[in-house]
């Protein structure tokens, strides 16, 4: 990780996941000096690295197998991003406020779709493995496995979203100009979120009752 202090690295655009989690990572590796770029995308970060403009890059499988397998070196992977107790959100679901007050038996029906759907990925390989094979067009079993493999790694069966990972991610995007400084300084983290709905299945028996059967 050293060895990328005053070189550039690559995203797939800025104010992206990947953007957070490079600036992050590199943030908790003390690397200063890192000229971040955007690519387009995960496949535009691969051909960047590939071709040795940039001297690293976020990317994902199937890429990352793709990198592997021609001598590149995975610097930071699920585990090592565990290691380094970087708390954050990869992905998630949204909803608008005021929809999801008026409505909040469709959201919870919405997820516990998620998570029954989620139960699945980690239950049934075989299926799992042909869905990614028909939403991704992959074919390769390896880049399949692998791509399995990322997704049992970074699932998680609690639904709800650690308070702890939301002040970095503001600051992140104070310092990109995606939202207000002074309007984040008036905003407490918990406006970012909402657990409510998650709390209530799971005091209902929803995530236990999923999990033990």
Known sequence: MADLARRKVGVSRFGAISHFEAVLVLQRAGVKDVTIIQTGGIPESMAALS?????????????????REKGFRELVGVAQLRAMNIPFVGNGVAARRGYAKKNPEIVKSFIKGAFEGIKRIFEDKEFSMKTLAKYTKITDPKLLEES?????????????????????????????????????????ATAYYDNRYVDELEKEGFFKGLWQH
Do not use: N
Request: charged fraction near 20%; aromatic fraction near 4%.
């Open 51 to 67: 071709s040795g403009a940039v001297a690293a890059a976020m990317v994902t499988p199937p890429q990352s197998v793709l990198l």
């Open 148 to 188: 399995y493999r990322l997704a049992i790694d970074v699932f998680e069966k609690d639904g709800r979203i650690p308070p702890e990972s939301q002040p970095a991610l503001v600051e992140q995007l104070v310092a990109l100009k995606l939202i207000d400084p002074d309007a984040a300084k008036k905003t407490p």
